[in-house]
C-alpha cells in the first residue's frame, strides 16, 4: 500500500512516526488513523462480486459503497443497466453474437457479463429489476435509509428471496 520500493514504505512509517507522540512503536491503529490508507470501494468491484453471486462480498462492498462514497439513489442506474445487459445476453444467446451496446459500466465488467450472465435464470435478472422499481418509488416517496436499501436488494437478488 506505501508503493512499490523499500524507500516509500520507509516514508511512510517516517510520516506515521512523526505524528506519534512515542514513536518508539508503531501499531495497526496508528497505521490506519494516520495514512489514509482507510478502504475505498469501487463499483466495478461491487459488480465484480454481485455478478459472481457471492453474497457475503456483495452486502459488504455495497454496504460500504453507499456509507462512504456514492448514494442508493446513483447507484440505481448502474444496477439497472447491469441486470439489463445481463438479460439481453439471456435472451438474445446465440442469436445475437455481435453486439455494438453502450454501457457506462466499467470495461471491466462488460468484459464479464457473458459470465456473470451464466449465474442468473432470467426469472432472477426480472426480479432484481422489479426490486430496483420498488427500492425508486421507495426513496422517492418515503424514508428509506440507503444502506437498508442495498441490503435488501442484493440479500433477495443473490438469494433468491
Do not use: C
Not at 453474497?55 to 439497472?80: C, F, H, Q, W
Not at 426469472?123 to 428509506?144: P, V, W
Amino acid at each position: 500500500m506505501a508503493g512499490d520500493s523499500l524507500g516509500h514504505l520507509k516514508n511512510e512509517i517516517d510520516k506515521i512516526s512523526l505524528s506519534l507522540d512515542d514513536p518508539s512503536e508503531i501499531n495497526q491503529i496508528d497505521i490506519t488513523k494516520f495514512s489514509g490508507w482507510k478502504r475505498k470501494y469501487r463499483q466495478f468491484e461491487f459488480f465484480n462480486f454481485l455478478g459472481k453471486r457471492q453474497l457475503n462480498k456483495s452486502l459488504e462492498l455495497g454496504r460500504a459503497l453507499v456509507l462512504e462514497d456514492t448514494s442508493m439513489i446513483n447507484l440505481l442506474y448502474p444496477l439497472t443497466e447491469f441486470f439489463q445487459e445481463l438479460l439481453f445476453i439471456k435472451i438474445f444467446k446465440g442469436t445475437n453474437n455481435f453486439r455494438k451496446s453502450y454501457t457506462r459500466l466499467s470495461p471491466s465488467v462488460n468484459k464479464q457479463l457473458s459470465s456473470y450472465a451464466k449465474n442468473y435464470r432470467n426469472k432472477e435478472i426480472a426480479f432484481a429489476l422489479k426490486r430496483l422499481e420498488q427500492i425508486d418509488k421507495k426513496l422517492k416517496t418515503s424514508r428509506i435509509k440507503d444502506e437498508s436499501a442495498i441490503t435488501e436488494f442484493i440479500y433477495g437478488t443473490l438469494t433468491n428471496g
